[in-house]
């Protein structure tokens, strides 16, 4: 379950109030009432009473709350101690803002051999919605934006593609499917698919896939974030199409089970934007050369 919805189940919970929940995390009050009422559907239980504008927790809220409080506090100290990891004084300082699917499976790793190889610079990491991402490096908030399968190109930003992530069938483990290590293209006609929301660019890819080799989706549900769609999945509630990294070692094969697409190639692109006129830190250009190296040896990321 994405750590960002606990974060606003927890500050709705404390707050009382939509508006200060959605200002504290950077969102919509109506991002709010979505991330709730998803979560409410994934637990099958409602978490709140409301009575006269007011919201209380339901039972079912109470015990979430417990567990919502203390992983959102582990959250947040361990943010704040890799933060601190940096050498004292230092403002040379990467910002970056991803999509969190790119940040937890795939960045994070770039990040942790940059800060090897550069023991004292510092990397704050931005989790966004892909629309915030063009934003916050045009504005200057983010040195580098991470996204997938870009909607729109800006004259001022460039794109360096960085990673594919190789895209599977992923089931739970009461799918028939979980004995199984591939299915073809033609298998996925006849299943009830849990896909993201139609305005993420990660949809109108997987859209596009399966439009290509004329597949028309069942489409139960419509989710906004991977961990949701994945433990919408789990639950048995159908199946969907996520990147392979997407799935860590303790899932794939228990709670999870990732299926190749035997007979179609399905990579979704990540690319590295920044801005063209932007004049880069030291640190910066040492972490983009990171990835300039893999385009140019054309080695996987």
Known sequence: MNIETLKVFRDLTDTGSFSKTAEMNYISQSAVSQQIKKLELVLRCRLYHRQAGKITLTPCGEKFYDAARKVSTVYDGALKSIRE?????????????????????IIQNY????LSQNPGSKVSVAYRQFSQIYSDVVSGKADFGFLACPYKRSAGL???????????????????????????????????FIFFDKAFPSRRYIDSFLRRYGVRPRVKMELDNIETIKTAVASGAGVSLLPRTAIRDDENGISLHALKISDAEFLRPIYLVYRRSQKLSLSARRFMSIFENI??????P
């Open 158 to 192: 460039a794109m360096l593609p960085v990673a594919h992530d190789e895209m599977a069938l992923i089931a739970g483990s009461s799918s028939p499917l979980a004995g199984r290590k591939s299915v073809s293209v033609r298998d996925l006609e006849d299943m009830d």
């Open 295 to 300: 385009k140019r040896t054309g080695g996987k």
């Open 111 to 114: 990040i942790k051999q940059f």
């Open 85 to 105: 990891l940096s050498a004292p004084g230092r403002s040379d300082e990467i910002k970056i803002s991803t999509i969190y699917s790119a940040g937890l499976y």
